[in-house]
């Protein structure tokens, strides 16, 4: 029986491989193409917002709040024609507060719907409202936070904090495939957000190096056809 040469070794090794990683590489390239067809402006739901005027803040705008909690950070802003002071506590809850320093209570259906009206083209096109606490949110907003989700005509879903009282998130239609896509494209289709696991590297490794089996055969071919 004839010794096999390097070439045929490697040449074997290819085969292996591509049958291995040829069905990861395709998926990589159906989900990555999937991914480029919208701008990521249409994809986010950037393209929805309403430009809204810049107005300063009045003198004296910033008040003392009135609470006990341990305040991480504050941060004051024009909000619907008032300035509303919005605290986050250490404990990741936020409140507001209004320009005398006292508390707000949590946005209420019609105030979530007047929200998203006011910031979102289409936004005054309402299918339906829904409160989730914080324990129990969409898979596709994923974030601890007690949100109205304010479902859109077209499909779109918009995540309005409750206790933030401002747009957390936009999820449209073309948002939700996407993510799906990512999710198979990083290999973690149920968290969605593992983008450094062992079957991800290890898998991307043997892909690379199937390809450089390939290209070292290239040569291989390039001298049987010079013969």
């Not at 507001?96 to 946005?107: A, I, M, S, V």
């Not at 073309?174 to 990083?186: A, T």
């Not at 043997?206 to 055969?217: D, I, N, R």
Request: with cysteine; charged share 25%.
């Amino acid at each position: 029986m004839a010794r096999r040469t390097p070439m045929q070794h490697f040449a074997r090794w290819h085969i292996w491989l591509g049958w291995f990683v040829g069905l990861p590489i395709l998926m990589w390239t159906l989900t990555g193409l999937f991914m480029v067809l919208r701008p990521i402006e249409e994809v986010r739901g950037t393209d929805l917002r309403i430009e809204q005027k810049v107005v300063p803040l009045p003198p004296g705008a910033l008040a003392a709040v009135s609470t006990r909690r341990p305040i991480r950070s504050l941060t004051i802003a024009m909000e619907g024609g008032v300035p509303l002071t919005r605290a986050e506590f250490i404990d990741g809850s936020v409140a507001r507060f209004d320009r005398n320093g006292t508390e707000l209570p949590p946005l209420d259906e019609a105030a979530a719907r007047a929200l998203v009206a006011r910031e979102l083209k289409q936004g005054k096109a309402v299918e339906g409202v829904t409160l989730f606490q914080a324990d129990q949110v969409p898979f596709n907003f994923r974030r601890e936070m007690p949100v109205w989700q304010v479902r859109l005509s077209d499909g779109t879903h918009v995540y309005v904090g409750q206790e933030s009282g401002r747009i957390e998130a936009v999820r449209t239609r073309w948002w939700r495939w996407f993510d799906f896509m990512w999710g198979l494209h990083i290999l973690d289709p149920m968290g969605r957000e593992d983008t450094s696991h062992p079957l991800l590297i290890g898998t991307a490794a043997l892909s690379m190096l199937g390809a450089l089996l390939g290209c070292v055969l290239l040569f291989r071919r390039r001298r049987a056809q010079r013969r």
